[in-house]
DNA sequence: TAGTGTGAATTTCTTCACAGCG
DNA sequence: CGCTGTGAAGAAATTCACACTA
């Protein structure tokens, strides 16, 4: 979905994994570990150990043979790889109830994710507060933005809207894009659009769920 | 993820994308257009017209040379291929502010997924009702997913909680298992299971927004 | 000895390009 | 003519297997 940067590249497919390595290894601080081996690595995170070699091997080496990873070390080295050394301040487009769940979802502020700001466009929404963030207008977008330095949005409204806050977004100078809608966006080049669809992985269950009947023996992840 | 099942496989890769393809032709069935071309159906899914064709041509050929696809018999069809030709009933388990915004989510009872059943571990939120659908007690999972008839089960419980809660699903008799914890839980074979998390898709973004300092051209999807 | 790092083999996915049909 | 359907080429991702080393 999206081109390699600047420098020579690593593997979207790599990059899409990071965050289950960066979860297990958070995981391996808590239970106080100090080296992992791919293999155990490649249990939590739910690959195998050849792929979690290679993905790491994309960085440089930094497991010792014989004896592993350096929890601590690689973790740090992740953080860094993601952009997660620093805050980054989110601005939520659409209060209804998924963009109340996303602002209410610890897993983004504990990943460096700061919800900034929330926007909506119905008038009795906004003065309200979510996690004692205030809700603006979605006419607002332009000067939070600016004023906040927010570079991310979350899109949250219905998919008949998503379009429209996109293109405020834009305008307002956010440059990546977390599209919750059910619906394709377009942007300019130069702005980072990831989607995600709630009911799309409930149907591709189903694909699987559907022809299952005749015997077959399916593996879960 | 999943291994192919019964009969010569569609890739995977395909399967993902099916979904995307539904929802486009039920855009263009409300917009009452009876035909639609690789390269229309490719811009609405937002992919590329070689693709649609090569994952249509997975079923058969169901286009018309000179013409396209029909919008009706298309989608039909592929409502078919996923299994979407009759209702899912399903519970949700946790219902914290995600499993809520599920819930309430429409995309899901659009789509033939129908909540039948919430349950939750905390006796204050037993008894309370979401969607007219009453949150019955974790322990009643059981009985509930007997008497229901439900396979698919979703989680949206804490991560610590995932794991057994899994465990009860898959001894109740749910085969297949979307989860939104953010941890990776075990299944024996036969359940399939697939993953969503939030806070990833906030780190890919992260990872490519970090790395556009100097002056990389990126395509957003 | 246990476990990394990595070329090479393999598989999967994407894209091309054009023959063939309505 | 316009657009599908599809072999074949190409690219990307995965997996193998083993040399190597702390």
Same mark, same amino acid.
């Given at each position: *979905?999206?081109? &390699?940067?600047?420098?020579?590249?690593? #593997?979207?497919?790599? %990059? &899409? @994994?990071? #965050?289950?390595?960066? @979860? /297990?290894?958070? =995981?391996?601080?808590?239970? =106080?570990? /100090?080296?992992?081996?791919?293999?155990?690595?490649? =249990? *939590?995170? +739910?690959? $195998?150990?050849?792929?979690?070699?290679?993905?790491?091997?994309?960085? +440089?080496?930094?497991?010792? @043979?014989?004896?592993?990873?350096?929890?601590?070390?690689?973790?740090?080295?992740? @953080?860094?790889?993601?952009?997660?050394?620093?805050?980054?301040?989110?601005?939520?487009?659409?209060? +209804?109830?998924?963009?109340?769940?996303?602002? $209410?979802?610890?897993?983004? &502020?504990?990943?460096?994710? %700061?919800?900034?700001?929330?926007?909506?466009? $119905?008038?009795?929404? %906004?003065?309200?507060?979510?996690? +004692?963030?205030?809700?603006?207008? %979605?006419?607002?977008?332009?000067?939070?933005?600016?004023?906040?330095?927010?570079?991310?949005?979350?899109?949250?409204?219905?998919?008949?809207?998503?379009?429209?806050?996109?293109?405020?977004?834009?305008?307002?100078?956010?440059?990546?894009?977390? $599209?919750?809608?059910?619906?394709?966006?377009?942007? #300019?080049?130069?702005?980072?659009?990831?989607?995600?669809?709630?009911?799309?992985?409930?149907?591709?269950?189903?694909?699987?769920? =559907?022809?299952?009947?005749?015997?077959?023996?399916?593996?879960?992840?």
């Amino acid at each position: *979905m999206v081109g &390699s940067p600047s420098g020579q590249s690593i #593997p979207e497919a790599t %990059v &899409s @994994r990071l #965050p289950l390595y960066l @979860r /297990s290894l958070q =995981e391996l601080m808590d239970e =106080e570990l /100090s080296t992992v081996s791919s293999e155990r690595l490649a =249990e *939590m995170a +739910g690959v $195998n150990a050849a792929k979690v070699r290679k993905d790491l091997s994309y960085f +440089g080496s930094y497991g010792t @043979r014989g004896v592993g990873y350096d929890v601590e070390y690689l973790l740090l080295h992740i @953080r860094r790889e993601l952009g997660l050394t620093h805050d980054w301040p989110c601005v939520i487009a659409g209060m +209804g109830n998924l963009g109340q769940a996303l602002a $209410n979802y610890g897993g983004f &502020s504990d990943r460096g994710f %700061v919800i900034a700001a929330l926007v909506d466009a $119905n008038p009795d929404k %906004v003065g309200t507060t979510v996690e +004692g963030v205030p809700i603006s207008h %979605v006419d607002d977008l332009d000067d939070l933005v600016s004023r906040l330095d927010i570079h991310i949005g979350v899109i949250a409204t219905p998919a008949h809207a998503a379009q429209d806050v996109a293109d405020r977004m834009v305008a307002a100078g956010v440059t990546s894009i977390l $599209n919750f809608a059910p619906t394709v966006i377009t942007v #300019p080049d130069g702005i980072l659009v990831r989607k995600v669809d709630l009911a799309v992985e409930l149907q591709i269950l189903s694909f699987y769920q =559907e022809r299952r009947q005749a015997g077959a023996s399916l593996t879960g992840a």
